[in-house]
């Protein structure tokens, strides 16, 4: 957006891996603050609890969403399809699709039977970062026997996000 003080640096989203997202954001953090007078941290409530550690300061802010998803795309979208039985879907999570299938302890079967009791469909909320998303998403949705669909987003929603907290700082100043 052509903002002369500003750098955004993103962090692998593993849900569940508490003390590697701690470690790498603390990195991440430091090196920022070399380099700037306030960060701003983004992150879903799934990983508030492992950021606790973490303490907001006046040169660390935290900017928490309820979901991921709600830095791409509008609340009441997101609310919507999860309420009509959407498995949302990020490129990142999708490219790891079978590591995290590991992770998690699933297997064929368990993930299977896991994704068809939480969900009727699969979507990708493309933002157009990742290659193969499609061939990558008909993989997936095959393993877990679910329709799927892709749904572009592209990243206009995040860049007026982190634009309106730009704006927002500036005008403090």
């Not at 640096?9 to 380099?35: L, M, N, Q, W």
């Not at 994704?115 to 008909?138: H, I, M, P, Y």
Request: aromatic content about 12%; proline content about 3%; charged content about 30%.
């Amino acid at each position: 957006e052509g903002f002369s003080d500003v750098d955004i640096a993103g962090f692998p989203a593993d849900c569940g891996k508490s003390k590697r997202h701690t470690d790498v954001i603390s990195k991440i953090i430091e090196e920022k603050r070399k380099h700037y007078d306030t960060v701003y941290l983004f992150a879903d409530l799934c990983l508030a609890p492992e950021l606790n550690s973490l303490s907001e300061t006046e040169s660390l802010l935290r900017y928490k969403k309820e979901k991921c998803f709600h830095m791409v795309l509008n609340k009441a979208q997101v609310e919507g399809m999860v309420n009509q039985g959407a498995y949302l879907i990020a490129p990142g999570w999708l490219q790891a699709w079978r590591h995290i299938m590991e992770e998690w302890g699933f297997d064929h079967k368990t993930a299977k039977a896991f994704f068809q009791e939480s969900a009727q469909r699969l979507v990708l909320l493309d933002t157009g970062t990742r290659e193969a998303s499609k061939e990558k998403l008909e993989e997936f949705a095959e393993y877990v026997g679910l329709p799927s669909e892709i749904l572009p987003t592209g990243l206009d929603f995040f860049k007026n996000f982190i634009s309106r907290i730009v704006f927002d700082c500036e005008r403090e100043k």
